[in-house]
């Protein structure tokens, strides 16, 4: 018997995924509602969500498109968080003396990130018909959900 035989299938074989789609909302939730953290701490959370869920996956050896799509999602969400911290504008940036970014920050880097969520958006629709059954396709489809939230949240 080899290994890969006697290891039992999983309860949910998306659950990895499902929780990524649920801890990006609550981060997009707590940044709209300024609760727990601060949305750069939400950031270095889905970044770190990102490399543990490739790195399940990829030792598991069951990546797929809705891992990829998830992974980026939450990559997104992490720069959209990052996006929605209010920057000074004018003198109070000037005044710093080191604001080489300030222009990025200031008006770049959210029409950058929402223009991203909307390829991230255009993307989910030429994955989901690679993604097979239901229960895959409902973390893709949330994720993007978030991603659009928390997009539409820094724009508007």
């Given at each position: ?28 939730v ?103 059954g ?9 994720m ?13």
């Open positions: 018997m080899t290994p890969e035989a006697s290891t039992p299938a999983p309860a949910h074989p998306h659950a990895p995924e499902v929780v990524a789609c649920v801890v990006a909302l609550i981060g997009v707590d940044t709209w509602l300024g609760l727990w953290l601060a949305p750069v701490f939400w950031a270095a959370l889905m970044i770190v969500g990102a490399l543990v869920l490739t790195a399940l996956r990829a030792r598991a050896s069951r990546g797929g498109w809705s891992t990829h799509h998830a992974a980026l999602g939450l990559l997104l969400v992490a720069v959209l968080q990052i996006a929605s911290i209010p920057t000074g504008e004018g003198p109070q940036l000037a005044a710093t003396g080191h604001s080489h970014g300030a222009p990025l920050a200031a008006g770049g880097l959210p029409v950058i990130a929402s223009i991203a969520a909307i390829g991230y958006a255009v993307l989910t629709v030429l994955v989901l018909p690679r993604v097979s239901w229960r895959a396709r409902v973390p893709v489809v949330a993007a959900a978030v991603v659009l939230l928390m997009a539409g949240s820094v724009v508007g």
